[in-house]
């Protein structure tokens, strides 16, 4: 199974992609990290991005080889890296179940004003990524993120992921 949890950032993806990962006891991969594996030192630039999906393409290859369950992590605001992770899951046969976590405004400002451990991104990322984000029209789970709610995302996500497997 592979579960593509996408957003902006400050949505609280990262945070529910970790837990639902450890739920479905699933591999987790998120962009951030990758990156941070990969550059030491990050410019972000459209050929950095590449690098990093592919990474994250690479792991997800792995984990159909290893028949493993695999949870990836990254905003997916571009149509045609969603398209490209659909491409090959196609080639293995598989299909990819699309999570996509929001939060409001107030509360993104909130959480990037705080230093993440992986992350980079502040306010003004968070902006950009907003203005170009593609949305998604084919079928998948949009859940918002609160304060409080996460119990209640997983939730849904499970009965969501149930009913994809049906």
């Known amino acids: 199974m592979i579960v593509i949890v996408f957003g902006l950032p400050g ?33 972000y630039s459209q050929k950095e991005k ?19 369950s695999i949870v990836l992590d990254a905003t997916f605001y571009e149509k045609s890296i969603r398209n490209m992770f659909c491409e090959v899951a196609k080639e293995f046969g598989q299909s990819i179940i699309f999570i996509e976590v929001w939060a409001n405004q107030k509360i993104i400002m909130e959480r990037l004003k705080v230093k993440r451990q992986y992350s980079d991104a502040d306010y003004s990322v968070y902006l950009h990524i907003k203005e170009v984000f593609e949305l998604m029209k084919k079928e998948h789970l949009i859940l918002q993120s609160t304060q409080e709610n996460i119990d209640e995302m997983m939730g849904l996500a499970f009965k969501y992921i149930q009913k994809s497997h049906e």
Do not use: P, W
């Open 50 to 68: 590449k690098k990093v999906y592919l990474e994250m393409i690479r792991e997800m290859k792995k984990a159909f080889q290893h028949k493993e």
């Open 11 to 43: 949505s609280g993806k990262s945070y529910f992609a970790t837990k639902l990962a450890k739920k479905l006891s699933s591999k987790y991969v998120s962009s951030d990290v990758v990156r941070n594996q990969l550059f030491v030192v990050k410019k």
